[in-house]
């Protein structure tokens, strides 16, 4: 409960930096996300009342945008550059690897233990060294099925660790 | 420091590059994200450790006097041919080191920075010939190209303001502030011939003059940086390798059309040219290059970052103007255009990170230098992002009107893997896919307009023989339908069913009449959207219709993927003379349609087969095919 109430305070303070401005609620949503790791429906509500918009305007923002996400995230994201270099360099069977190895499918991205979240992107720039993937904000280029299952080893043995 | 004024400005460019000059050499190390991904960050680490060591290393901060015989290590921007990267340059030499690890640093100090040899293993090697090659220059990736906007990437610190003025940074600026009028900084560029790099190709001088035109007081000035087209990276590297080139070139455009604040909307996707563009507002503030009365004259501006929040549509004007007032990021019809009415109603100008970057070199060598690269009707150099199946991947800059051939086979080397060329996908999701014949089509906006595929923003994604395109173009239709933003109907639903056309097509249940309709469909998707993406939407169907009609029919009339790249039209098949009857494949079977006794050759039934390859990743004879 302690840790809602700090989270919420955050909340307010981000409001505050960008002045409660409406024309910062895309600013407000990427750095309220940072906090929660997504954005949760009653903290939409919250920043709705305090920058004086309708809470349909906020959620309307942020379903627009890919890089919301309504729901928790895994500890980890893993995602999986689908860009048209990508694509041609076989960037579909690193996907399906990824989906095999955490029991993931197109219509649920995260694993059960909330660890993995796997997505896809349009491009991340990275043209030259496709196909890329970005595992716990690493950037691995010239990726093969084998190189990923690797990385979440890798991944998951650290938590182990810890 | 502050820079107060023009003598202040030129005093302290001529004293860093006199500082510059000193070294005996420089050592930069590629700091794009490419190189940084494979390691290159680890390699500047242990580079400026073992200098130092040697007792040669000094900071490169070019304002304070240094010996003759220093060496600085410098984190460099994007050099283009991320491929080979870790890249890293010597400065004067131009020798070139690829693929450098951090192994070798401790080899490439006591060669090369100490006795000045040169490690032929690190050296880049042609694969077409074979042949070592030492500099840069003499790369066949870089030696065709003409660089002006990547000029300087690669080339120097982009974290390091001083490193930008010793190159005459800022000198432009200063040039247009201290001897031009609003109008005739408009006439330089209008002459100059540049068009909007971003896609459209829009003449730059005349969309200024626009802006100019209407009544002040408050106009804007928008850098476009939300580079969403798949396959395209030259904004990022100009961000990170160059950033105060877009500060100088908005501010140039910001005088121009009488604007004083700019925002530059950068996708969310490139974190590290966020990083390296809010430094370099930073810097350029703490020396009064931006801000209140820049270098004496009254000219204030000011320059916010506002980052994307992942929508493709958020690249085109109005929707980006939307997008940076907060709310969802949908085109607004036009007109009123942005010149007149854009940001929070203010006239604004919305350009793309590489015109920007431009600017800097038409005012200081002139429109006519500017105009003798590139073709009557589109002047200067194009960066095109060349990637996919090629042996050389990256980023490269050419004087428009250059053949796709000279790119793909000449900087691109070819095909990898011995490859077959088939298609070259130019412009991204707005674009076309060219084949074999359009090979010698020069690379200027009107030429490619006419075999209906556009510049775009330059991504070049190359083909094989193994690429099917009919499913390239429902990968771009999967793609704008995702991120078609559903506010008019034709592009909304258009694109649904254009893709649900093109999802039966490869799924070996298409008909003859189905591509009728596919490209009745396209054509009103194309006529009847609201804004470029919708209109452009339909260009990779379009364009592999008309130049890849076998490739449709072989899916609808014989039921067969030529490429044999769609998954429902493959069909598994065991060669029993290749067989050893190991059943590891029967085994691994997930459907189990492998059937067959101990050592002798087993059979795939075909009604049961999933086609998902798990066996002929197993077997080891190889023994599997598709057919």
Known sequence: MENKEIKFLQVQQIIESHEAKVSHLIAILQETQAVYGYLPKEVLTYIATAIGISPATVLGVATFYSQFSLIPKGKYIIRVCDGTACHVRGSEPIMMAVRKELGLTADKPTSDDLMFTLETVSCLGACGLAPVVVADEEVHGQMTPDGILEVIKKLKTAVTDN | ?627
């Open chain 2, 1 to 627: 420091m502050l820079i107060k004024t023009h003598e202040d400005l030129k005093k302290l460019s001529e004293k860093a590059k006199a500082a510059l000059e000193q070294y005996k050499s420089r050592i930069l190390v590629c700091a794009g994200t490419g190189c940084v991904a494979n390691g290159s960050l680890k390699v500047y680490d242990a580079l400026v450790k073992m200098v130092k060591e040697k007792g040669l290393l000094v900071e490169v901060d070019l304002v304070e006097e240094v010996g003759h015989d220093n060496v600085g290590v410098t984190k460099s921007g994007c050099h283009g041919f991320c491929q080979m990267g870790p890249l890293v340059r010597f400065e004067p030499s131009g020798l070139l080191y690829c693929k450098v690890k951090e192994e070798d640093v401790e080899e490439i100090v006591n060669t090369t920075v100490v006795n000045n040899g040169v490690i032929e293993r690190l050296l880049y090697e042609d694969p077409n010939t074979g042949e070592k090659i030492t500099t840069q220059d003499e790369n066949p990736f870089y030696k065709r190209q003409v660089r002006v906007t990547l000029r300087y990437c690669g080339r120097i610190d982009p974290e390091n303001i001083y490193d930008y003025i010793a190159h005459r940074g800022y000198r432009a600026l200063s040039k247009v502030l201290q001897e031009m009028t609003p109008e005739t900084v408009i006439k330089e560029i209008t002459e100059s011939g540049l068009r909007g790099r971003g896609g459209g190709g829009f003449p730059t001088g005349r969309k200024w003059s626009f802006a100019a035109a209407q009544p002040g007081p408050k106009k804007y000035v928008i850098c476009n940086g939300d580079e969403g087209d798949p396959g395209a990276f030259m904004d990022r590297s100009v961000m990170e390798g160059n950033p105060h080139s877009v500060l100088e070139g908005m501010m140039i455009a910001g005088f121009a059309i009488g604007a004083d604040e700019g925002y530059i909307y950068a996708r969310a996707e490139y974190p590290l040219a966020i990083k390296r563009m809010r430094k370099a507002i930073a810097d350029a503030e703490a020396h009064g290059l931006l801000g209140e009365n820049i270098l004496g004259t009254g000219f204030n501006f000011k320059i916010h970052i506002k980052e994307g929040a992942g929508a493709f549509v958020c690249g085109e004007e109005t929707a980006l103007i939307a997008s940076i007032e907060g709310e969802r990021g949908m085109p607004r019809p036009r007109p009123p255009f942005p010149a007149v009415k854009g940001l929070w109603g203010c006239p604004t100008i919305i350009n793309n990170v590489e015109t920007l970057a431009n600017l800097r070199y038409i005012i200081n060598n002139g429109a006519a230098l500017f105009k003798s690269y590139g073709t009557a009707t589109s002047a200067g150099t194009k960066t095109f992002a060349l990637a996919g199946q090629v042996q050389n991947t990256g980023l490269v800059e050419v004087p428009m009107g250059m053949t796709l051939r000279e790119v793909v086979f000449d900087i691109g080397g070819g095909l990898r893997d011995g490859k077959k060329y088939k298609s070259v996908q130019i412009g991204g999701p707005s674009g076309g896919c060219l084949t074999e014949e359009n090979l010698d089509l020069p690379l200027d906006y009107d030429e490619l307009l006419k075999v209906g595929a556009m510049v775009g923003s330059g991504g070049l994604v190359v083909m094989g023989e193994d690429t099917c395109m009919v499913e390239t173009a429902k990968f771009f239709m999967g793609f704008v339908q995702n991120e078609s933003c559903g506010k008019c109907v034709p592009c909304r639903e258009g694109t649904k069913q254009l893709l649900a056309l093109l999802t039966k097509i490869t799924e070996g249940k298409g008909t003859e009449d189905d591509l009728v309709l596919l490209e009745e469909l396209a054509q009103n998707v194309k006529a009847g959207s609201l804004c470029g993406l919708g209109k452009t939407a339909p260009n990779p169907v379009l364009t592999t219709l008309r130049y890849f009609r076998d490739e449709y029919l072989a899916h609808v009339r014989d039921k067969k993927c030529p490429a044999g790249a769609c998954q429902a039209l493959k069909e598994y098949y065991i060669d029993p003379e290749k067989c050893k009857g190991c059943t590891v494949c029967a085994r691994v079977c997930p459907a189990n349609a492998i059937t067959g006794d101990k050592k002798q050759p087993h059979v795939i039934n075909v009604e049961l087969c999933l086609k998902c390859g798990a066996c002929m990743e197993k077997c080891k004879f190889g023994s599997i095919i598709i057919r």
